[in-house]
Nanobody, 126 residues
């Protein structure tokens, strides 16, 4: 069982930055894949970024070059640094995790998560 709690959301102006944090508790393993997702009311949830236990990352096209996912294993925290924020980044952001079902799976762009936080709201104003 993995528990996830997101913090760091808020309201910023266009071009601003925010850093989201996801505190991780419970049992993680070398097969644990983690990610950030976002959802706007009325739209499907979309994957934003993933990070594997080996540090390999992946990003959605819409955020590549502006967002950076990282993980501090010693502190059990995953981060999402978001720069040059745009109105279309406004959403509820969720962190998520899954234990990959086999060694042949890779975390990059793996979005079938089992564990979810409750979300933190990010609002970008122009």
């Amino acid at each position: 069982q993995i528990n996830l709690v997101e913090t760091g959301g808020g309201s910023v102006q266009v071009g601003g930055s925010l850093r989201l944090s996801c505190e991780i508790s419970g049992h993680t393993t070398p097969s644990t894949c983690m990610g950030w997702f976002r959802q706007v009311p009325g739209k499907e949830r979309e994957g934003v970024a993933t990070i594997g236990s080996d540090g390999e990352t992946s990003y959605a096209v819409a955020v590549k070059g502006r967002f950076t996912v990282s993980r501090d294993k010693a502190k059990n925290i995953m981060y999402l640094q978001m720069n040059n924020l745009q109105p279309e980044d406004t959403a509820m952001y969720y962190c998520a995790a899954v234990d990959l079902p086999g060694s042949w799976y890779v975390c990059s762009y793996y979005y079938d998560m089992n564990y979810w936080g409750k979300g933190t709201l990010v609002t970008i104003s122009s």
